[in-house]
T-cell receptor, first 113, second 112 residues
Framework: NAGVTQTPKFQVLKTGQSMTLQCAQD?????MSWYRQDPGMGLRLIHY???????DQGEVPNGYNVSRSTTEDFPLRLLSAAPSQTSVYFC???FGSGLGELFFGEGSRLTVL | SQQGEEDPQALSIQEGENATMNCSYK?????LQWYRQNSGRGLVHLIL?????REKHSGRLRVTLDTSKKSSSLLITASRAADTASYFC????????????FGIGTKLQVIP
């Protein structure tokens, strides 16, 4: 049972490049979400999804796109990377509507030069 | 803005001592959760307490919730060096009950 898998673990981008952070879970969880973690800021919610085809914005959605075509996958897209998006990104999933225990991936460390 | 705020931001204790961390939040909640994060790793769920509960125990962990004061505390008894980690509270309710938001965390160091 792999849980929540994030790829890549590390990525370096140049300003203006695009990329997708992948997140997959094998627990049949309806709820999935993306957070970014910055020093002194804790975790901030970027986007979340309560099921396939349903997504919504969190606290800091600007510069990020998501889609949820399957229950298992919830990719996070950066269309035009900026240095301010340098961060560690965490994907999490939960059974049901997200009010219960969140299962986290190991994180993706992104540096934008 | 973040819903929860932990206090203190850093705590250093000797092995065997108890560690207490506090969390305050701003809006009404359904649940409050505590998570642990080891350096460079993802967060791991420790305990969930519902808004109609006042206290919950799990092993060496004790969590209290005071909804009138909008605050919670996490007590780790008989701490071990392996408890060294950052601890976060997470709440729903700010901007919608499906938005789970985290505080900035308490960094706990347990000295052997």
């Amino acid at each position: 049972n792999a849980g929540v898998t994030q790829t890549p673990k590390f990525q370096v981008l140049k300003t203006g490049q695009s990329m997708t952070l992948q997140c997959a879970q094998d627990m049949n969880h309806e709820y999935m979400s993306w957070y970014r973690q910055d020093p002194g800021m804790g975790l901030r919610l970027i986007h979340y999804s309560v099921g396939a085809g349903i997504t919504d914005q969190g606290e800091v959605p600007n510069g990020y796109n998501v889609s949820r075509s399957t229950t298992e996958d919830f990719p996070l897209r950066l269309l035009s990377a900026a240095p301010s998006q340098t961060s560690v990104y965490f994907c999490a999933s939960s059974f049901g509507s997200g009010l219960g225990e969140l299962f986290f991936g190991e994180g993706s460390r992104l540096t934008v030069l | 803005s973040q819903q929860g705020e932990e206090d203190p931001q850093a705590l250093s204790i000797q092995e065997g001592e108890n560690a207490t961390m506090n969390c305050s939040y701003k809006t009404s909640i359904n649940n409050l959760q505590w998570y642990r994060q080891n350096s460079g790793r993802g967060l791991v769920h420790l305990i969930l307490i519902r808004s109609n509960e006042r206290e919950k125990h799990s092993g060496r962990l004790r969590v209290t919730l005071d909804t009138s004061k909008k605050s919670s505390s996490l007590l780790i008894t008989a701490s071990r060096a392996a408890d060294t980690a950052s601890y976060f509270c997470a709440t729903d309710g700010a901007g919608g009950y499906q938005k789970v938001t985290f505080g900035i965390g308490t960094k706990l160091q347990v000295i052997p």
